[in-house]
């Protein structure tokens, strides 16, 4: 069963978007999709502790905690959760912006902009994760590309930095493991034997980027400015078609 939930405090707004978004689903009936409403964040919450759900529209102001807040409680239990803003103004995209959400909707929406971006949802949600197989002592491991945080060269291995805060020692060479993630447009070669994940970056400043996990790495200091343009052109190509994250 696919589980879709809709909150917003607005019995309008959430009703519309419920129903247009029920009746565009309801062709895929191999996914039993299910569409259920919600009034405030602490409905939703009191709901997770029993149901999953794979694709959530927040309305970012409600009384009480809002979108934001309930976006980042979601994100700590579900990290593959697909999680839509809505929301009247695009002030708040950059707040949205660390949780990772899969769109930013703006009210009033278009109901074809909206069947475009569930399409898209169902299309996220039927690909499978790429997998990267990781080398370590003895054995073989595989692990979601997106969960990968940096890996940085040690001396003929590699060390493989994970978002759960795992760290992996890899008998890997550096140049094996930077030919499986070549061409995700995710990674980028920050220094000789540093490849961060991008969606993973807090800052970068002074030439040092800090990662989400207080890791901090140099940027090389040839190609420096083209880096940055490369950094900077991802980070908004996650802003653009509607402020797609």
Do not use: W
Not at 19 to 27: F, Y
Not at 53 to 66: E, N
């Amino acid at each position: 069963m696919l589980n879709i939930a809709v909150v917003d405090d607005l019995r309008e707004d959430r009703e519309h978007l419920a129903e247009t978004v029920a009746a565009h689903m309801e062709r895929r009936t191999e996914l039993q999709p299910r569409v259920q409403t919600f009034d405030s964040a602490e409905a939703l919450l009191s709901a997770c502790a029993s149901e999953t759900f794979r694709l959530v529209f927040l309305d970012i102001c409600m009384d009480g905690m809002s979108g934001i807040e309930l976006a980042r409680a979601l994100r700590g239990r579900d990290r593959s959760m697909l999680i839509v803003f809505v929301s009247t103004s695009r002030e708040y995209a950059f707040d949205a912006f660390p949780i990772h959400p899969f769109d930013y909707l703006i009210k009033p929406y278009d109901d074809r902009r909206l069947r475009t971006l569930l399409d898209e949802a169902l299309a996220a949600l039927d690909a499978s994760v790429p997998m990267v197989e990781i080398r370590v002592p003895y054995a073989n491991m595989t692990v979601p590309v997106d969960e990968i945080m940096s890996v940085v060269a040690q001396g003929h291995a590699v060390e493989i930095c994970l978002t759960d805060g795992q760290h992996i020692r890899s008998i890997m060479t550096f140049a094996e493991l930077e030919q499986q993630l070549n061409g995700d447009r995710h990674f980028l070669l920050i220094n000789r034997g540093v490849l961060i994940n991008m969606d993973q970056v807090l800052t970068l400043d002074d030439g040092t980027v800090r990662m989400k996990d207080g890791a901090t790495h140099l940027l090389r200091t040839r190609g420096r400015s083209e880096l940055l343009a490369q950094f900077t052109q991802y980070q908004i190509s996650r802003l653009e078609r509607g402020t797609r994250f």
